[in-house]
């Protein structure tokens, strides 16, 4: 698919998700500056399966923080999404609220913690930068969407995805944590569907230590929702915006060029 105009990043992932669902009924999402393991497409093909018809898993995340989680053959669930390579379903997609009609559940401070993943990060000024029109995330509208219905996400415990992405068009291009992809998939499922309370605490300790590191810098104030560093803002010089679409497995793959 091409358009005249570009779109930039947060309309084009929607736009593409949106058709991809309605086609296939579930999607694997994949930015042109990823570099994926070979083993990437069979852990989001096996989770797409596995987890079909559970509506409480909306997402399958290929990426996964450099943090302390144990066994790297295992996957597990978070409460939280993952932006650099993932999968969804038509089921989950549905719950997606592209306006954020409704966030006044972020007043309860208690509600207000656990959506910044007990206070390990901030992703509720994340709302109201996005509602105030500061910035243009379709990330932190699924985070919130995807929050909202108490869903999870399934991680592999080592990434199957890098960001390769260097060319100093996003607002945090000096996040780029050095990860030890896996070159093959989990093969250790969560025994139930529910968060894995040792993965999520490893997780919030990353988190800290990544927020204190950009404590007091022009960055910190406008964090991201992938591991708090998600590029809200793109340069694009190209007049044509492309979305790049093959079939794999039966699911539909969107490619997205920044």
């Known amino acids: ?23 296939s009924g579930r999607v694997i999402v994949v930015e042109d500056d990823l570099r994926l393991s070979p083993a990437f497409l069979r852990f989001m093909n096996e989770s797409l399966d596995r987890y079909s018809d559970d509506d409480r898993v909306m997402q399958v995340a290929g990426y996964m923080f450099p943090a302390e989680v144990g066994a790297p053959n295992r996957a597990f669930f978070l409460p939280f999404i993952g932006t650099w390579g993932w999968a969804t379903w038509a089921r989950a997609w549905k719950a997606f609220d592209p306006v954020m009609r409704d966030v006044a559940f972020l007043e309860d401070p208690a509600v207000r913690r656990a959506f910044d993943l ?28 995807v929050f909202r219905c108490q869903g999870l996400a399934l991680y592999p415990a080592q990434s199957l995805v890098e960001n390769a992405g260097s060319d100093g068009s996003g607002t945090h291009d ?9 070159s093959t998939p989990p093969s250790l499922w969560p025994a139930a569907v529910e968060v894995d309370g040792d993965a999520l605490l490893a997780l919030q300790h990353h988190l800290r230590q990544v927020r204190r590191g950009w ?8 964090l991201s929702i992938e591991s708090a560093a998600r590029r809200v803002w793109t340069k694009v010089d190209a007049e044509i915006d492309p979305i790049a679409r093959v079939v794999a497995a039966g699911t539909r793959i969107a490619s997205f060029r920044r």
């Open 118 to 145: 007990d206070d390990a990060y901030p992703y509720s000024k994340l709302v109201e930068r996005q509602r105030t029109f500061l910035q243009d995330s379709w990330a932190i509208r699924w985070y919130v969407s």
């Open 1 to 23: 698919m091409q358009r005249e105009l570009n779109w930039g990043l947060a309309r084009s992932v929607i736009a593409g998700v949106d058709e991809a669902c309605a086609e």
């Open 215 to 222: 404590r007091g810098s022009a960055m910190a104030t406008s």
């Open 174 to 182: 000096a996040y780029r944590p050095r990860v030890e992809v896996s």
